[in-house]
């Protein structure tokens, strides 16, 4: 850290977040002390700030978070840190074209993780030569030695396999780390250095059970006299400043033109999304996709056709993904969309819940939603995916049912902070939007209703037109339904809901193509909680589904215009 901080690194110690400074990621977030320590040392934060650690009034929290200025991502969750600062990497390398580089500190305790892997195999492919990670192979891991202890040739074998310069210092010492930091090859840096967890600490040092725990008052006094007795020079050391050629970017207020589809035309949620995308690449240079081998299917491929110096092919490691979007949108640089099966971001949860405690702006595109897509069958089918969204506390989470909606929730989520989700379909449905309809985060619309509505019914997606349908013959029989698309299901529009809830004489029937915990269902009875003389029934996938065609598989899980019609009938009996 003395090294990088007042010899390696460049950069403006009272402006953390200068485009122009070099980065660096705290990967072993547990280490923040040091990190708070290396700020005060720079001038930025007071010293005596250094004792609020972990205390509820401060700043300086157990593990880094972006309320510090100086922190870009939040770490702590191990093995994320090296994806991350790879994004920073690539936007510095290819949409930057700017000097500063970025630097990861990890543990060795963390590359056990497989996401370290995904992001090492990542660096390497796109020769991330900006981009040097250090790994402190110390040999403790938090309650046994890590796996390789001190073998620093394994770890070194395994870097160069991924196409990493890689040299292997005593990282203990000063002269051999400013020689490995100076060293650049036109591929990654990784830096392998063997250490001693509490080295110069007597009685502490290469030793068991001390991970997270502070010295007694007497130990800490005796270390600090040892650590005192070999300083040879006080001479204050200062940072050198960043070349500053990081061009100015402006990612405000995109606006697409009006979109071009006829009403009853049939296009997929999914392309139409794909369409948008590409739009909005003309719309601003700072629009940037990445997809997991998935872009022929979740038409991210229409935005690399048009725009193939801005697309990030991120092969199927949706982990890393998720982790090189969150670098990628760091310091406002980029607006960032990343797509793939909305059952494959299951894989990347926590990743998905880091994002949020980093503050990232993020937006994150899942096609292939539900028992609608078909023969692929249960392993490809997203019938989690609206739960997990919705628990994430900065996410925005649409479900656009026509190409309109689609293309308008891609200009929202472009323009909109915190992490924003964006759940596609396969199946072809109509629109049923005019091209100048107007839609709101929170603001649900009112697709088909009359005065003497009976019931209310909300769906999204296919489901919608499986109501629509239902609408249709219902009619023939004298009842009417009213129906609903929530069309962002975080935040739901409340007023809507209650208002229509109470002109159908409290009926409703929500209908999801999505499990029933954590979908709609549970999204609009938790709005209706209070509300007198409501009843909600929830039509949504009971248990593990299989392959078979579209409308096979809605009727078998009864979410189809049919068991639409039958649940109708019954609420109103």
């Not at 204050?236 to 006829?262: G, H, M, Q, R, Y």
Request: glycine fraction near 8%; proline fraction near 5%; include cysteine.
């Amino acid at each position: 850290m003395s090294v990088l901080f007042f010899h390696t690194m460049r950069y403006k110690p009272q402006d953390p977040r200068n485009p122009n400074n070099d980065r660096f990621v705290m990967s072993k977030g547990h280490a923040a002390p040091i990190l708070y320590a290396a700020w005060a040392e720079a001038g930025f934060l007071p010293e005596s700030e250094l004792l609020n650690l972990r205390k509820i009034d401060s700043i300086l929290e157990g593990h880094p978070v972006p309320k510090q200025d100086f922190v870009d991502v939040a770490t702590g969750s191990l093995g994320q840190g090296l994806g991350a600062a790879a994004g920073m990497a690539y936007t510095g390398k290819y949409f930057d074209k700017a000097s500063y580089r970025t630097y990861c500190l990890l543990g060795d305790g963390e590359t056990s993780e497989g996401s370290v892997w995904e992001a090492m195999s990542f660096a390497g492919l796109y020769k991330l030569d900006n981009l040097t990670a250090i790994i402190d192979v110390n040999r403790l891991g938090q309650s046994d030695p890590a796996p390789l202890q001190h073998k620093v040739d394994i770890y070194q074998k395994r870097c160069e396999a991924f196409g990493w310069h890689t040299v292997v210092v005593d990282g203990h010492s000063v002269e051999e780390l400013c020689k490995a930091f100076s060293t650049v090859k036109n591929q990654p840096t990784a830096i392998i250095a063997k250490t001693f967890k509490g080295k110069g600490i007597t009685g502490v040092e290469d030793k068991e059970s001390w991970h997270g725990k502070p010295l007694p008052k007497d130990l800490a006094e005796q270390a600090i006299k040892e650590i005192e007795s070999k300083i040879q020079n006080n001479k204050k050391l200062t940072p050198a400043l960043p070349v500053e050629d990081a061009p100015i970017v402006n990612i405000k207020n995109i606006k697409l033109p009006p979109s071009n589809f006829k009403l009853g035309e049939k296009i997929a949620t999914r392309k139409a999304y794909g369409l948008a995308l590409a739009k909005l690449g003309h719309a601003n240079d700072r629009v940037v996709a990445l997809d997991g081998d998935t872009k022929n299917s979740t038409f991210s491929e229409l935005f690399k056709k048009e725009h193939p110096d801005r697309f990030i092919e991120c092969y199927i490691a949706e982990q890393n993904m998720v982790s090189v979007a969150v670098g990628c949108a760091t310091r406002d640089r980029t607006v960032t969309f990343a797509s793939a099966f909305a059952t494959f971001f299951t894989r990347a949860f926590d990743q998905i819940r880091m994002a949020a405690i980093s503050e990232s702006n993020i937006n994150l595109c899942g096609s292939h939603c539900g028992v609608s897509i078909g023969e692929d069958g249960a392993s490809q089918m997203g019938l989690e995916d609206l739960t997990m969204f919705r628990v994430v506390p900065t996410a925005t989470v649409f479900y656009p049912s026509d190409a309109v909606s689609a293309e308008k929730a891609v200009e929202l989520a472009a323009n909109t902070k915190g992490i924003c989700f964006i759940r596609t379909s396969r199946p072809e449905n109509a629109v049923i939007y005019n091209n100048n309809e107007e839609f709101k985060i929170g603001h649900a619309k009112v697709v088909h209703q009359c005065k003497d509505d009976q019931v209310t019914v909300i769906g999204a997606g296919v489901t919608l037109h499986e109501a629509l349908a239902a609408a249709e013959q219902l009619k023939k029989e004298k009842i009417n339904i009213r129906i609903i698309d929530p069309f962002t299901i975080k935040p739901l529009d409340r007023q809507t809901i209650i208002d229509s809830a109470k002109a159908t004489k409290g009926r409703v029937i929500t209908v999801e193509d999505h499990y029933h915990e954590g979908g709609i269902g549970e999204a609009v009875a938790a709005v209706l909680v209070g509300e007198p003389g409501i009843t909600v029934k929830s039509l949504a996938v009971s248990g593990v589904p299989r392959s078979g065609k579209p409308a096979e598989l809605l009727r078998m899980f009864a979410i189809d215009k049919i068991a639409i019609v039958e649940a109708v009938k019954k609420i109103i009996k």
